[in-house]
C-alpha cells in the first residue's frame, strides 16, 4: 500500500513539475533560484537546508507554495493532450449515458462558429481579420482611452447569439427517457431525465459552512487588520479562506481576488498585454464590431456601468486576440461527423452580454491590465462554462438540473404552480445563471455573490440564490399566472441582500 501510495506521489510531483515548467512564470523563477544558488550562504555542503533557507528569506517559497496551489486546482485536474485526444477519436458507444449530452455540446459550439462564419460571409469580410488602413489606425490608437469616441458602422452587426438561444437548446435536450408519467397535458421540460450528479440541500449545507460560522480569522476580529496581514502573508489558500466570509472590504476585494486566481502582475505579463493591444491597433477584425455592439447593447445602457464603457472596450478587444484563453478552457470532446468551423483568435465567439462578466471587475482596478488579467482567469475559470454545453459538474446544465431539483424539493407549491401554468422555472432565471447575475443584481451585491464563487470554487451558490430569490418573491409570484407578470415580479432586484438571504436558506430545515 505505501508502494502505491509513493508511486501516486511521485506522479503527481512529475506532473506539478511538468506544468510548472510550462508556465510563463517558470524562466523568471528559475533565473531567482540560480541567482540564489550562488548567494555565499548557500553552503556546498549542506546544500538542501541552506538553499531552503535562502528561498524562504526571498519569499520565492509562498510564491512556489501559490504557483503549485493554483496548478493543482486547475490545469492538473484536466486530462492532459494525449488522453484528450484519445477521447476525440474513441467512437462513442452506447454505454455512455452522456453521450447525447457530449454531442450536444460539440454541436452547439461549432453552431456558434458556423454563424460567425455565415455573418463574415454575409458582410464580405475575412474570418481572420485585416490590416487597418493608416487613417484607420492612427483615428484608433489616438482614441484608445476614449474609443466611445470611435466611430463604427454596427448598423449590419448582431450579437451571435443571445441567453434564450441556448436556453432553447438545452430545453430540447433529449436524453434516455425514464419517465411513466402521462404528458397529454404537461410538456416535458424538466432537466431530470440527464445523469448529472447534483447536490442536494444538505450536501449544499455541508459545503458552505463556513457562511454560517461567525468566528473571526486569524484571531482578529477587525476585517481590514484581518485582510491586511493575509496581503502581507501572500499565501493564495488564505486569501480564498477569508473571501468565504462574504464580507470582504471593498479596497481589498481587488488583490484578494488577483491572488486568488494567481492574476498578480508580472513584466511578462505586461508585455503580453502589449502585444494585444497592437494587435488590436493594426489589425481590423469582425469580433471589433461585435464587442462594440454588445457593448453598447448592454453595458452603455446600464446606470452601474456606463462610465466604464471605454475600459470594456480594451479589455475585451484585447480579450479577443488573446490567443492563450483557447488553450486553457476546456470543450467537450465527442466524435461528430460534419464540417468543423474556425472561430476568432481567443476561441471566443462574442455573443449577447459578454461584456458583463468583465464589468464588474471595473470597481476593482483602476488599470486596465490588472483588470484584463483578473477578469481573463476569472472567465477561463468559470464564466465559459456558463455558455458552453458540457457535462462538467459546475457546467451550465449541471446548474439548471440542480435548480430543478432544489426548486422541486423545497419549494413544491412554486414547483406546482409553475407546472400549472406550463411555464419552464428557467425561463425566469437562466438569464440570471448564465451571467451569474451580473446586470441584475447591484454592484456592491454581486461582488459578494461572486466573492463566494471564488472562496467556495463553486457555482452551485448561482442555482441556490436563484430560489432564494423566488422563495422570497413566492407570495407575488403565487398571485400571477403569465410568464410576463412572473418576470415583471423578479425585474427588481436592487432590495435583494445576498449574505442574509444565502445564510437564511442554508440554515433552515
Known amino acids: 500500500m505505501e508502494e502505491l501510495q509513493d508511486a501516486s506521489i511521485h506522479h503527481m510531483t512529475a506532473k506539478v513539475i511538468s506544468a510548472i515548467k510550462n508556465t510563463k512564470c517558470y524562466e523568471p523563477l528559475f533565473k531567482e533560484l540560480q541567482r540564489l544558488v550562488c548567494n555565499p550562504a548557500v553552503d556546498t555542503h549542506d546544500m538542501r537546508n541552506t538553499l531552503e533557507d535562502a528561498i524562504k528569506g526571498a519569499g520565492l517559497e509562498t510564491e512556489i507554495r501559490n504557483i503549485v496551489y493554483n496548478l493543482v486546482r486547475s490545469r492538473l485536474t ?10 476525440q477519436n474513441t467512437k462513442p458507444t452506447v ?27 454575409e458582410l464580405k469580410v ?3 481579420g485585416q490590416p487597418r488602413i493608416s487613417a484607420d489606425r492612427e483615428d484608433f490608437m489616438a482614441k484608445w482611452n476614449e474609443l466611445s469616441n470611435y466611430n463604427m458602422d454596427l448598423a449590419n452587426y448582431r450579437p451571435v447569439y443571445a441567453p434564450k438561444d441556448l436556453l432553447e437548446v438545452l430545453l430540447s435536450l433529449k436524453g434516455p427517457a425514464k419517465t411513466t408519467e402521462p404528458t397529454d397535458h404537461i410538456p416535458l421540460w424538466e432537466f431530470s431525465h440527464i445523469a448529472l450528479p447534483v447536490k442536494n440541500l444538505f450536501e449544499l449545507r455541508a459545503h458552505y459552512a463556513d457562511l454560517l460560522r461567525s468566528d473571526s480569522y486569524l484571531g482578529v476580529p477587525d476585517l481590514t487588520i484581518q485582510c491586511q496581514r493575509i496581503l502581507e502573508a501572500r499565501h493564495a489558500p488564505m486569501c480564498q479562506q477569508f473571501l468565504k466570509k462574504g464580507c470582504t472590504p471593498a479596497p481589498y476585494r481587488g488583490a484578494l481576488w488577483a491572488s486568488v486566481l494567481d492574476s498578480k502582475l508580472h513584466d511578462y505579463d505586461i508585455e503580453y498585454w502589449q502585444k494585444l493591444r497592437n494587435s488590436v491597433w493594426t489589425t481590423d477584425h469582425i469580433v471589433d464590431k461585435l464587442v462594440f455592439k454588445d457593448i453598447q447593447l448592454t453595458a452603455s445602457n446600464d446606470d452601474q456601468y ?3 464603457e471605454d475600459v470594456l472596450y480594451q479589455v475585451l478587444l484585447c480579450f ?3 490567443t492563450d484563453i483557447g488553450g486553457c478552457v476546456e470543450y467537450e470532446a465527442f466524435p461528430v461527423k460534419g464540417k468543423t468551423y474556425e472561430g476568432p483568435p481567443s476561441g471566443v465567439v462574442p455573443f449577447h452580454g459578454i461584456c458583463m462578466f468583465a464589468a464588474p471587475f471595473c470597481y476593482l482596478y483602476d488599470s486596465p ?18 455558455t458552453t454545453i458540457n457535462t462538467h459538474p459546475q457546467g451550465i446544465v449541471s446548474l439548471c438540473l440542480l435548480f430543478e431539483k ?23 432565471v437562466f438569464k440570471w445563471l448564465m451571467r451569474a447575475f451580473s446586470g441584475h443584481l447591484p454592484p456592491d451585491q454581486l461582488l459578494i455573490l461572486w466573492d463566494l464563487i471564488l472562496g467556495f470554487d463553486s457555482l452551485e451558490i448561482l442555482p441556490l440564490f436563484a430560489i432564494i430569490i423566488l422563495s422570497f418573491r413566492k407570495e407575488s409570484i403565487m398571485q400571477v399566472a403569465s410568464l410576463d407578470s412572473i418576470e415583471a415580479i423578479l425585474a427588481d432586484l436592487s432590495s435583494i441582500k445576498v449574505l442574509p ?6 440554515s433552515r430545515d
Not at 459550439?109 to 462564419?117: A, E, G, I, M, Y
Not at 491590465?369 to 456558463?386: E, G, M, P, Q, S
Request: one cysteine or more.
Open 78 to 87: 484536466r486530462p492532459d493532450e494525449k488522453t484528450q485526444a484519445s477521447k
Open 95 to 121: 454505454s455512455d449515458p452522456l453521450g447525447y449530452l457530449k454531442r450536444a455540446g460539440v454541436l452547439w459550439d461549432r453552431r456558434v462558429r458556423k454563424s460567425l462564419n455565415a455573418m463574415c460571409t
Open 126 to 128: 475575412p474570418l481572420h
Open 306 to 308: 456606463f462610465v466604464f
Open 320 to 322: 479577443s486576440r488573446d
Open 369 to 386: 491590465v490588472n483588470l484584463y488579467y483578473t477578469f481573463r482567469a476569472f472567465y477561463i475559470r468559470y464564466c465559459h462554462r456558463l
Open 406 to 428: 432544489l426548486l422541486q424539493t423545497y419549494e413544491p407549491q412554486l414547483w406546482s404552480h409553475f407546472r400549472e401554468l406550463q411555464i419552464q422555472p428557467l425561463r425566469v
Open 501 to 506: 438571504l444565502v445564510q437564511l436558506a442554508l
